[in-house]
């Protein structure tokens, strides 16, 4: 069983920077590909990156350039630096684990909250 759970969420205004966390409760990272994904309201759960335990990363068009993923083994801990905030990066982010090689195993942290606003 994986727990994760994402912080550093808050309110910031466009143009802004902002680190959110995600805390795994194993070491994760040998096992799992992590990703970050959003859902704003009336949209669809999207993926905004991810990374493999290569440290491999892939990123969604709208944020390529602006936010970037890096995790800390040490630490099981995902991070997603988010610069150059746009209101439309107003969503909810949430952590995602999922098993390599066996995609039907996927874990889901709470969701962290990210508003966009001057």
């Known amino acids: 069983q994986v727990q994760l759970v994402e912080s550093g969420g808050r309110l910031v205004q466009p143009g802004g920077s902002l680190r959110l966390s995600c805390a795994a409760s194993?070491?994760?990272?040998?096992?799992?590909?992590m990703g970050w994904y959003r859902q704003a309201p009336g949209k669809q759960r999207e993926l905004v990156g991810d990374?493999?335990?290569?440290?491999?990363?892939e990123y969604a068009d709208s944020v390529k350039g602006r936010f970037t993923i890096s995790k800390d083994n040490a630490k099981n801990t995902m991070y997603l630096q988010m610069n150059s905030l746009k209101p439309e990066d107003t969503a909810v982010y949430y952590c995602?684990?999922?098993?390599?090689?066996?995609?039907?195993?996927?874990?889901w942290g709470q969701g962290t909250q990210v508003t966009v606003s001057s």
């Open positions: 995602n684990a999922k098993k390599i090689g066996l995609a039907t195993e996927s874990y």
């Open positions: 194993i070491n994760i990272f040998s096992m799992f590909v």
């Open positions: 990374i493999t335990r290569y440290g491999t990363t």
